[in-house]
């Protein structure tokens, strides 16, 4: 994957032995692991000694808040464990109780991977475990250094954004200053779905290529040609697959000073609908980016019974519209013979135990009034039961 840009003159190791770092980060020079901040797809053990009835175990949406039962939606993403709770008692002492004790700590660390591109010896993608210590020095050091020809002062990190959407923040690491200085503490912490790309020197200034990252047929830098274009590039780049997201396409364009403009491209009108406003131009140094449809899900829900499209739903990362009614209206609306008045949602609660919610959703797509409409919750089951006729 990507050998072209593997330098094959023998490469300057430009990363001190894993041992060495190890022993800096033992001796304090980067933080410990308790200052390791929540993640989205985390799973949060809550107690509060005020009210067992929230106690339970949360899941980290996407958008980097919980759903704290009668509390709402919390924010909790880049906190610590200790971050969390103090900010969850704020809330509770706000609004509900004179005094709230709070204790949360990691259930389950969300695991993913790490993907790094460019002037390294063996680019690919590192397997992470949300529980591990990563920190950018570590990865390359894991795929083999970085080559003779690597910027080493323009590594960047393309990290999601907090919030829900498909944007990526870019972090700028100089990794020639921290080894010259060994000044440790620029280090950055990786998460799991970071993107590491570590460009060739004079790639700033004369590069001639675009990179595909995510859902295509062959992922990677590719030539700009004269009058470059999305269709031109998606076929540069091996079609789309079958997982892609083809409404949240990004291209990352250079927009000086090291930082990134943000531009959405719709596939699925490029491709489905011949819309030609979505054929951008594509020019040097852009940056493609395609998600699979896992990767924009804020999870999913199971549609049953007597309603059009029956199955699994995926649920959008930013999930205000994603209520009952609405996604069923989505769906295809109800079925024939279903009785929309009596629609059953069967859901788990904090504590672990299963609740059926009851809810009229014929009324609300007669009358049109969605403010009563439900919001979906990962892994809630629908059941549409079928009308009962008496003659």
């Not at 700590?105 to 993608?125: H, K, Q, W």
């Not at 080493?152 to 972090?171: C, N």
């Not at 927009?255 to 490029?270: E, H, K, M, Q």
Request: glycine share 10%.
């Amino acid at each position: 994957m990507f050998s072209r840009l593997a330098c094959r003159r023998r490469t300057v190791r430009l990363i001190p032995p894993l041992a060495v770092w190890l022993l800096l980060l033992a001796i304090g020079s980067v933080s410990p692991l308790w200052a390791k901040g929540v993640i989205g797809g985390d799973l949060l053990r809550i107690s509060v000694d005020e009210s067992p009835d929230l106690n339970g175990v949360y899941t980290v949406a996407g958008d980097g808040t919980i759903d704290f039962n009668y509390a709402g939606r919390v924010v909790v993403e880049g906190k610590t464990v200790d971050e969390v709770a103090a900010h969850i008692q704020q809330v509770l002492e706000a609004s509900y109780f004179k005094r709230a004790t709070v204790q949360v700590d990691v259930s389950e660390y969300f695991s993913g991977s790490i993907m790094i591109l460019g002037a390294v010896r063996n680019p690919g993608t590192l397997a992470y475990k949300g529980n591990e210590i990563v920190t950018l020095l570590e990865a390359l050091i894991a795929v083999g250094g970085m080559t003779e020809r690597a910027a080493s002062d323009q590594v960047k990190i393309f990290r999601w954004k907090t919030g829900g959407s498909m944007e990526r923040e870019v972090i700028n690491v100089d990794i020639k200053r921290i080894m010259a200085e060994y000044d440790f503490s620029r280090d950055q912490y990786l998460r799991p779905r970071d993107i590491v790309v570590v460009p060739e020197m004079g790639q700033q200034d004369s590069v001639s290529e675009f990179l595909a990252l995510g859902e295509f047929g062959q992922t990677g830098f590719h030539p700009v040609t004269e009058n470059m274009n999305m269709i031109r590039a998606v076929s540069v780049a091996g079609g789309v697959s079958r997982e892609a997201h083809l409404e949240s396409a990004r291209v990352l364009r250079p927009s000086g000073g090291g930082n990134y403009t943000v531009i959405p491209v719709d596939f699925a009108r490029l491709f489905g609908s011949a819309d030609m406003s979505m054929n951008l131009p594509v020019f040097p140094g852009d940056i493609i980016y395609l998600p699979s449809l896992a990767q924009t899900s804020g999870g999913k829900v199971y549609f049953l019974g007597e309603v059009d499209n029956p199955g699994m739903y995926p649920l959008p990362v930013n999930r205000v519209d994603a209520t009952l009614a609405r996604t069923i209206l989505q769906r295809g609306g109800l079925g024939k013979f279903s009785n929309g008045s009596a629609i059953r949602v069967q859901r788990k609660s904090p504590d672990g135990s299963q609740q059926t919610i009851v809810f009229d959703v014929e009324r609300i797509i007669r009358t049109g009034d969605f403010d009563k409409d439900i919001p979906l919750q990962d892994e809630d089951v629908i059941l549409v039961p079928r009308r009962v006729f008496s003659f």
